[in-house]
């Protein structure tokens, strides 16, 4: 096992630069997840980190040393694509062991390494079987066994539940946790799904255009986000964010919305009054007041645990996610509020965060 040091990492191709001097420490045995939307820059950095894309300036180094000029198979890492690329006329048995076969390893190490693997992930009764057997998580499954049985120091995973579906990859997702606290490897995971980044994940790396916007475990991120993007990419659903400015004193600060909404806030400093801020309250923080602001009802989703309501505030989208069952109509009006702590506020101009 070994840690992962990026530093000051750039990619472009060209003229056209996609990533902008990144700076990443990934301790031994850490799991961390690379997250954000299309085209951020995810993936080109875990093939970096693999050595399947050179480095344009930085360096990136693997276990106390700097890998830039290895080539893929000296860097001693295992990688999981989406695609599970395996052979389809080898059994699942020489799928796994085939690298090591390639490495010359006699026969007695490859059955023992396979087994182990197989032992691992539960493949021991489809080892004989031929991909086009299996199902599409048994499949990444094997997937995952091949990169095991080199016994790398680090895992690269590169959105592997992408092809599968959503109660599959809820299935899956609990397995490569399980397989990380047994295994204990450093593991570096790439995707664009938010839920995955915190379900999975001890820090998560957030890129946006190829520049880090934040990094924390998922609860930092959660609670203290950032910046707007952040506040908006991490929860699900995303946080409610309306525009507008604060006012009051530090006794009793009040958020005032841009229809002249008026909004609970946390205290800020007096040079905050009237200065351009958004609002920004996650839809499970709103909860039922007598006495609190009117939103308009628009469509109500009850999912059984809970029951997500989306509304109008002004000309603001809301959303709320309430644990009782709400009964209400659209067309509706709720009275919310939200506890004054669990608010968030956000420079209006660079979208970076104001207090702690």
Request: glycine share 10%.
């Amino acid at each position: 096992m070994a840690g992962v040091a990026v530093r000051d990492v750039y990619k472009s191709y060209g003229s056209v630069e996609v990533i902008h001097g990144v700076n990443v420490d990934i301790s031994d045995g850490e799991f961390v997840v690379l997250v954000g939307p299309s085209g951020c820059g995810k993936s080109t950095l875990l093939r970096m980190i693999a050595g399947l894309e050179e480095i344009t300036e930085g360096e990136i180094g693997i276990g106390g040393r700097v890998v830039n000029d290895l080539r893929p198979k000296d860097r001693d890492i295992a990688m999981v694509f989406q695609n599970y690329a395996l052979y389809p006329h080898m059994t699942v048995a020489k799928n796994m062991g085939f690298s090591l076969k390639l490495r010359r390893e006699s026969r007695d190490v490859i059955d023992q390494k396979v087994n182990r693997a197989a032992s691992i992930l539960g493949l021991e009764e489809l080892l004989e079987r031929l991909p086009k057997q299996l199902s599409g998580g048994q499949r990444q499954r094997v997937a995952m066994g091949r990169a095991i049985v080199r016994d790398p120091q680090v895992f690269l995973f590169d959105e592997p539940l992408s092809n599968l579906d959503a109660k599959l990859r809820v299935q899956m997702r609990t397995e490569i946790k399980e397989l990380h606290q047994r295994l204990k490897t450093t593991t570096i995971y790439v995707t664009h799904d938010q839920i995955e980044a915190m379900t999975m994940a001890d820090k998560i790396v957030v890129l946006r255009d190829g520049v880090v916007e934040q990094i924390g475990s998922p609860l930092d991120l959660y609670d203290t986000p950032a910046n707007l993007f952040v506040a908006g990419f991490i929860g699900s659903p995303a946080m409610n964010i309306i525009k507008g400015h604060m006012q009051g004193s530090n006794d009793k600060p009040m958020f005032l919305a841009d229809e002249g909404i008026e909004l609970p806030a946390p205290a800020l400093p007096e040079a905050m009054s009237g200065r351009a801020t958004t609002f920004g309250v996650r839809p499970e923080h709103l909860v039922l007041a007598d006495d609190g602001f009117a939103a308009q009802v628009q469509v109500v989703e009850p999912t059984g645990s809970e029951t997500q309501v989306f509304m109008k505030l002004g000309g603001h989208d809301l959303v709320g996610v309430f644990r009782e069952r709400v009964q209400v109509n659209p067309g509706e009006t709720l009275h919310l509020t939200a506890d004054p702590a669990l608010i968030h506020l956000f420079d209006g101009e660079t979208g970076a965060r104001l207090h702690q």
